[in-house]
């Protein structure tokens, strides 16, 4: 008797860890992403395939480091329709957001190798700590993100620098994911819906400091325009942090090779327009402000992430690998064999780019505005 209750008891609780287990699936970032995946229309679907067709496919907006010696003015985040470029990339990353949440880039960057023991998550957490460390500000301020995506980075910033971050997307998807989750940690972080191409609608002099994450420098229309908001709602003596992708040196336009790359690269990039660094920063004086720092990783790999990219493009071939699996049993739909597809198509190219030092996705600008 003794030992059939020992028995049920074990299965009691076989069960209940089982339960727990699924609850903890069913709750989990990646499942929901999932589910919102395999719930997608045509409508949808269409509109995200047509946004790489229009954005991400355009060599025309490139500038090297040969441009900038020629004194050509830098390329543009331009569409020839009438549509605003920025309608295309929230059609892109309402649906790229979850695709990137299958993996470890929720925050749908990759970062600088600060430690190489750990992986993609733990070296973003390291890379925001630099960053609020470096926005050098007091508590209880106010700092603004560009590109907030699903608002994880203003949590943990806000968390770190004890001051409220408002955020600005142009996805109403990722928009509402960031809300929900500022309402769940009881935080009064704020996420609003704004082009930055645009005039942005906060007063001269509103904020402590501005930062953004792979989310700026390739969307922007007008470069003098877009730096001179940021400059004028920057409150004097406080900073700019821009951590983005930047072509490097040896990037040539007029190897077929190098072209080739980044345009089969920029499906996974989801990146519209590629500028060297020297660009940014005659833009940044331009707009009066100071550069306090301009560096990508240590020579001789100035792509600081390359090994973590390799990673995680390694982490996504196996969920490749499970999709088509699942497909083909039909437990997924069929067309999330392409939705991956096209999230994956380039990755090898990107790493080369990175490789030969083409390229790198976390160029690091520190800019501040003058205290007169």
């Not at 908001?229 to 821009?242: G, S, Y």
């Not at 660009?279 to 707009?287: F, R």
């Amino acid at each position: 008797m003794y030992e059939k209750l020992i028995i049920i008891l074990i299965i009691i609780l076989v069960i209940i860890l089982i339960l727990y287990l699924l609850y903890q699936i069913i709750q989990s970032e990646k499942f929901k992403a999932l589910r919102r995946l395999c719930n997608l229309n045509n409508k949808q679907l269409d509109a995200y395939f047509n946004s790489y067709n229009e954005i991400f496919s355009d060599n025309s907006m490139v500038s090297t480091l040969e441009d900038y010696k020629n004194n050509k003015p830098p390329s543009r985040f331009v569409i020839s329709k009438d549509n605003k470029p920025s309608e295309y990339t929230a059609n892109c990353y309402s649906i790229l957001k979850d695709l990137c949440a299958l993996g470890n880039i929720k925050k749908m960057y990759i970062p600088s190798c600060i430690d190489s023991n750990k992986g993609v998550i733990e070296n973003q957490i390291l890379c925001e700590k630099k960053i609020a460390l470096s926005l050098n500000v007091k508590p209880n301020g106010t700092l603004l993100e560009l590109g907030c995506g699903c608002g994880r980075i203003a949590h943990h910033i806000s968390n770190l620098t004890n001051c409220k971050v408002i955020g600005i997307n142009i996805d109403n998807t990722q928009l509402e994911d960031a809300r929900k989750y500022a309402k769940k940690n009881k935080t009064n972080n704020e996420f609003i819906f704004c082009d930055f191409n645009d005039r942005l609608p906060f007063e001269d002099n509103t904020f402590d400091g501005i930062y953004e994450f792979g989310a700026y420098t390739a969307f922007i229309s007008n470069f003098n325009n877009a730096f001179n908001e940021i400059f004028r709602i920057l409150k004097p003596d406080a900073r700019v942090i821009i951590c983005d992708v930047i072509l490097l040196d040896t990037f040539n336009r007029n190897n077929i090779n190098h072209l080739k790359l980044l345009n089969n690269a920029r499906p996974v990039m989801a990146g519209g327009n590629f500028i060297h660094y020297k660009y940014i920063e005659d833009i940044a004086k331009k707009a009066k402000f100071e550069i306090i720092s301009s560096k990508g990783g240590d020579p001789p790999n100035e792509a600081s992430e390359l090994q973590l990219l390799k990673n995680e493009h390694a982490h996504f071939g196996k969920i490749e690998t499970l999709i088509k699996y699942l497909t083909k049993i039909y437990i997924l739909p069929n067309y999330m064999n392409n939705l991956i597809k096209r999230l994956r198509s380039g990755g090898d190219d990107l790493v080369e780019l990175e490789e030969k030092n083409l390229l790198t996705m976390c160029w690091e600008f520190i800019l501040e505005k003058p205290k007169n």
